[in-house]
């Protein structure tokens, strides 16, 4: 009897043709290709959900190109969804092309998607499995802990590789095999002696999706008879080839719950294939096995071609040499290895000792992008897609986004008018959930007129367009109104604050009245300072970005103006009676309100004069108020003094009298953490002698005791200076008093960069530079 017969001649009656296979395996395609072939079957039936039947003919589609999924989600709760995913080089779609191209029935045969996502919703704890993901493992009656088949099967061989001994027997296996239903039987066999042992593997609801297969395998055979082929997981093959009722196989599927299932395609990733993207039935190294599918001949030297291209793009050093040294190396750790041909560990190892010399850093390269690999699949416009989905589609084409996987920044010019369309879509899709891109620090500029964004396309980001579906039918529409929602069900200040600064953002100037609306009644009620405090940057950020992008602030400027009311009466007494952590939040709050006034100042709202005026009255009573946190009162002076409000005497009296002896180290070492602290602090201190001196003197003066306390807030403080300004101040305290500070007693010291007098040649050297810098022509520079 042949393989085919004996492969047929199981079960009963008419047996159809059963194709066990391991999910996302080349080999695995190879042979399910070269068996359909061999049996020209009338109609192949795939594992997967029967409401994906309608979709098969896409496969087809010019526009259709793998990885791609099916995705399923509740047509109530879109966010409830489960995944089909489908390689090039998966059994599966093999198949579903195999029948397509020979005008052969396809049907997907697994248990309906209604099902499946139901059992979501009554089991949120349970990890997720989509259908198309099958569990390729198994554990043992009354064990939680999963067995893998493979590694049962490769322990009983000797290997303790459960990749390496698959490759070998499956993936490794010539496309010249005599008999093409062979492997399958064997794989059948093995299978069929683990659920003997294993039973359903401790998973019951394998047994329902088994019973649902068998139903309608017995279907087909009725309608095509003999000539039915089912291409399934092999875990399955003994269950469908087990004899059973009818009646107890619709009992099983008695009573099961369901909900309404939306069902389309969807592009897929090659690094959502891997395990590291969290997928069980997922793969190491889909590179390599969509390589060892696509390049039967020779595939070891194109693959390690591959790598030195890679690596040359990357201005490595490698030859063809290099390509032929690796070649023989990879073939000599195969036979000392007793491999039949080199593996992807013999290519790797190979590479990292011929192409890589011994580095692991540009072979955590080549695993990232070949290995693993970005590639990302293409769907037709044909294909199902809810109305929201189809507008973003069409918005991508139209900007010129396209989706991709592989990470990439992004720089816009919001002067442009394409570039403030783009910058407009990325943030109204932000606000709907769907996080394509996210902002980043513009290398270009720090004008508002210039945006970074950093962008990377996931095939989840389809559920969240399909979530985002109920607020609209449009980007636009959907955002407005996902705005306002946010609004209405907004419980914090800075939430509302926020959300109005991504609806400037994002050009939503519909829910603009409805955001305002509710940050009028929030700022009302919210009588909390540093709530207020917090809220205040955000606003006067938005009306910076509603400058630049031509929006009417109206509105919004007298919003924040009345906020910046409130918190300069409301700031002096919420400064009192506070302990370390919410001194430095509030000194925290205090800098940012001091930003955001310095640019409320430039807004029609508001007389600049005026407002700068009482927000430096406001400092100065912290300044002077002993109540206040010591980090409170050093940082408003640091501030006054910065904006010239403050004389240099008057804030030299402060330290002296925050760090005079009767003042606690703890309140005055957090004085200085917050006047010199943050930018610019270190070169203050080196450039007046006398603030210098206060903190030296202060210093050498704290108790043994005390300086273990207030060593970790200096530390700190100082340490967050430049080495340069560090290394200075270092050799300015190192000449003690008497040798003069700042630059003036560097130069009289005779310090390292400074000569024993000027130099008026090097110095009218760099009179043009300062000159330009400055903006002077040459009669204001004379003068």
Not at 620 to 642: E, H, K, N, Q
């Amino acid at each position: 009897m042949t393989g085919a017969e004996t492969t047929r001649g199981r079960g009963p009656g008419a047996t159809p043709l059963l194709l066990g296979v391991r999910h996302h395996g080349p080999g695995s395609a190879r042979a399910v290709r070269a068996a359909l072939e061999a049996a020209r079957p009338q109609a192949v039936l795939i594992e997967g959900p029967p409401e994906a039947d309608a979709l098969i003919p896409l496969a087809l589609d010019e526009g259709m190109r793998p990885p791609v999924a099916l995705l399923a989600h509740a047509v109530d709760d879109p966010g409830r969804s489960a995944f089909w995913p489908l390689a090039a080089f998966s059994p599966e779609w093999v198949a579903v092309r195999w029948a397509l191209e020979h005008g052969v029935p396809a049907r997907f045969v697994d248990l309906p998607a209604a099902h499946t996502l139901a059992w979501q919703r009554d089991d949120e704890d349970s990890p997720r499995e989509g259908a198309g993901e099958p569990p390729d493992r198994a554990r043992p009656a009354g064990s939680d802990v999963r067995v893998d088949p493979l590694a049962v099967l490769a322990d009983a061989a000797g290997h303790d590789d459960p990749e390496r001994w698959w490759e070998d027997v499956v993936e490794h296996r010539g496309s010249g095999e005599r008999d093409p239903f062979a492997p399958f039987l064997a794989l059948e066999e093995a299978m069929g002696a683990l659920r003997e042992e294993y039973g359903s593997g401790g998973h019951e609801r394998d047994l329902v999706r088994e019973a649902h297969m068998r139903l309608q395998v017995r279907a087909a055979q009725r309608e095509f008879g003999k000539g039915v082929a089912v291409v399934c997981g092999a875990w399955h093959v003994p269950a469908l080839r087990r004899r059973t009722t009818v009646a107890a196989d619709r009992a099983l599927l008695k009573g099961l719950p369901k909900v309404r299932t939306d069902m389309t395609w969807v592009p897929w990733t090659h690094r959502r294939l891997s395990r590291a993207g969290g997928y069980g039935a997922g793969i190491d190294s889909p590179g390599w096995y969509a390589h060892l599918f696509e390049v039967p001949d020779r595939p070891v030297e194109r693959w390690l071609t591959r790598v030195a291209g890679l690596l040359r793009e990357e201005d490595r050093m490698v030859s063809s040499a290099h390509v032929i040294e690796a070649v023989r190396l990879a073939e000599t750790l195969a036979a000392m290895r007793g491999r039949p041909l080199p593996g992807l560990s013999e290519t790797t190892d190979a590479v990292r000792a011929v192409m890589c010399e011994g580095s692991d850093v540009p072979q955590a390269l080549v695993h990232d992008r070949l290995v693993v690999g970005d590639v990302l699949g293409e769907v037709p416009a044909t294909a199902p897609a809810v109305p929201l989905q189809r507008d973003l589609t069409r918005l991508q084409r139209r900007l010129r986004l396209r989706p991709e996987a592989p990470e990439r920044e992004l720089e816009l010019d919001l002067r442009k008018e394409t570039d403030a369309e783009r910058s407009r879509l990325l943030h109204r899709l932000r606000l709907l959930g769907v996080g394509w891109g996210e902002p980043a620090a513009s290398r270009g500029g720090t004008g508002t007129f210039r945006e970074t964004w950093r962008l990377r396309w996931e095939p989840e980001l389809s559920v969240r367009v399909a979530e985002a579906g109920v607020w609209g039918t449009t980007v636009h529409s959907a955002a407005n109104a996902r705005a306002e929602a946010d609004a209405t069900g907004a419980r914090a200040l800075a939430e509302v604050t926020a959300l109005a600064e991504h609806c400037l953002l994002a050009g939503l100037s519909a829910a603009l009245p409805a955001v305002m609306r509710a940050l009028a009644d929030r700022a009302a009620l919210d009588a909390d300072v540093g709530h207020l405090a917090q809220a205040l940057p955000a606003l006067v950020r938005s009306l910076r970005y509603g400058d630049v992008r031509g929006t009417d602030t109206g509105a919004l400027a007298e919003v924040a103006a009345g906020l910046a009311e409130r918190i300069f009466v409301g700031l002096p007494p919420a400064c009192a009676a506070l302990d370390a952590d919410a001194a430095e939040e509030m000194r925290r709050h205090v800098d940012a309100v001091h930003t955001a006034v310095g640019l409320l100042g430039d807004t029609p709202a508001a007389d600049p004069a005026d407002l700068r005026a009482r927000w430096y009255a406001v400092l100065r009573t912290l300044s002077g108020r002993d109540t206040a946190p010591g980090v409170i009162r050093g940082r408003a002076v640091r501030l006054l003094l910065d904006d010239g409000e403050m004389e240099q005497e008057r804030a030299a009296r402060l330290m002296g009298l925050a760090l005079s002896p009767g003042t606690p180290p703890q309140d005055a070492a957090a004085w200085i953490e917050g006047f010199v602290g943050g930018g610019g602090g270190g070169m203050l201190l080196v450039h007046d002698e006398r603030l210098l001196g206060l903190v030296d003197t202060w210093l050498s003066g704290v108790p043994a005791e005390a300086f273990t306390d207030v060593l970790p807030l200096l530390r700190r403080t100082f340490s967050a200076y430049e080495p340069g300004v560090r290394r200075t101040l270092g050799e300015l305290v190192r000449r003690g008093p008497g040798q003069g500070g700042g630059a003036a007693g560097a130069v009289a010291a005779g310090a390292p960069g400074f000569g024993p007098g000027l130099d008026r040649d090097r110095a009218d050297a760099v009179v043009p530079v300062v000159r330009l810098l400055l903006g002077l022509d040459d009669t204001e520079a004379a003068a």
